[in-house]
């Protein structure tokens, strides 16, 4: 006899049915029906993840979401909260600086300015910003 054909056949007569004798067809479904809730579970915790999210204004990562979470007593492991953030989209705000070297204007639309130039005064009465 095939193994896998007699772990189907012994789960089949272990299933909650209210008729004695279950047919293959209902541990397949009952294995679809269990999918189908952890997807419900994972569309719930979704939304509380955004709207933690939106509140922490859009700064917070799956860890601190994670926490708030579970201070909301929802039971969520940070596997799973690490995954249905990447999911929706949700990203940690990485560095509240200014990048460096970054100045806000296109690259090549200022003169390039020699530190001679500058130092020398021949431009001291312009605002020249430094990248």
């Given at each position: 006899?095939?193994?896998?054909?007699?772990?189907?056949?012994?789960?089949?007569?272990?299933?909650?049915?209210?008729?004695?004798?279950?047919?293959?067809?209902?541990?397949?479904?009952?294995?679809?029906e269990l999918l189908f809730q952890r997807a419900l579970e994972d569309q719930r915790q979704t939304v509380l993840l955004k709207q933690a999210w939106d509140d922490s204004g859009e700064v917070y990562g799956y860890?601190?979401?994670?926490?708030?979470?579970?201070?909301?007593?929802?039971?969520?492991?940070?596997?799973?909260?690490?995954?249905?953030?990447?999911?929706?989209?949700?990203?940690?705000?990485?560095?509240?600086?200014?990048?460096?070297?970054?100045?806000?204007?296109?690259?090549?639309?200022?003169?390039?300015?020699?530190?001679?130039?500058?130092?020398?005064?021949?431009?001291?009465?312009?605002?020249?910003?430094?990248?």
């Amino acid at each position: 006899m095939n193994p896998r054909c007699f772990i189907t056949d012994n789960s089949a007569r272990v299933l909650p049915s209210d008729k004695p004798g279950a047919v293959h067809s209902g541990f397949y479904a009952l294995l679809r029906e269990l999918l189908f809730q952890r997807a419900l579970e994972d569309q719930r915790q979704t939304v509380l993840l955004k709207q933690a999210w939106d509140d922490s204004g859009e700064v917070y990562g799956y860890r601190k979401l994670h926490d708030d979470l579970c201070d909301m007593g929802e039971d969520i492991s940070p596997n799973r909260a690490w995954r249905l953030a990447r999911l929706a989209g949700i990203r940690a705000q990485i560095g509240y600086k200014k990048k460096p070297g970054f100045c806000g204007c296109r690259p090549g639309s200022k003169k390039n300015l020699t530190l001679g130039e500058i130092e020398c005064g021949l431009l001291s009465g312009l605002n020249v910003r430094r990248c």
